[in-house]
């Protein structure tokens, strides 16, 4: 698995870091922000790659999130990478 790490200098010269890692389907291409990782159920061996999904937002997931839903509830992504068992919690990620 590649990794790259991406090194930000902030306004009091700490240094903060992001490690980025390849998406199963298009490497380090970028595909835009509205993306999401598929279970092994939706990702068929990799055929999910770049299929989109409506995702609608029902409620909060996470306690200390009391409205997470915005005007728009229910969005589109494209399906740019795999999330596999045991870390994947649900359908999308």
């Given at each position: 698995?590649?990794?790259?790490?991406?090194?930000?200098?902030?306004?009091?010269?700490?240094?903060?870091?992001?490690?980025?890692?390849?998406?199963?389907?298009y490497g380090f291409q970028d595909q835009g922000v509205m993306?999401?990782?598929?279970?092994?159920?939706?990702?068929?061996?990799?055929?999910?790659?770049?299929?989109?999904?409506?995702?609608?937002?029902?409620?909060?997931?996470?306690?200390?999130?009391?409205?997470?839903?915005?005007?728009?509830?229910?969005?589109?992504?494209?399906?740019?990478?795999?999330?596999?068992?045991?870390?994947?919690?649900g359908n999308l990620d």
């Amino acid at each position: 698995m590649e990794h790259i790490i991406l090194y930000i200098v902030s306004d009091h010269n700490m240094f903060n870091y992001i490690v980025i890692t390849a998406s199963a389907c298009y490497g380090f291409q970028d595909q835009g922000v509205m993306i999401a990782a598929a279970n092994q159920d939706l990702w068929q061996g990799g055929a999910a790659c770049g299929k989109y999904f409506q995702v609608t937002c029902t409620g909060a997931t996470n306690q200390g999130v009391p409205h997470p839903c915005t005007d728009t509830p229910t969005v589109t992504v494209m399906i740019t990478d795999f999330c596999p068992p045991p870390g994947c919690k649900g359908n999308l990620d």
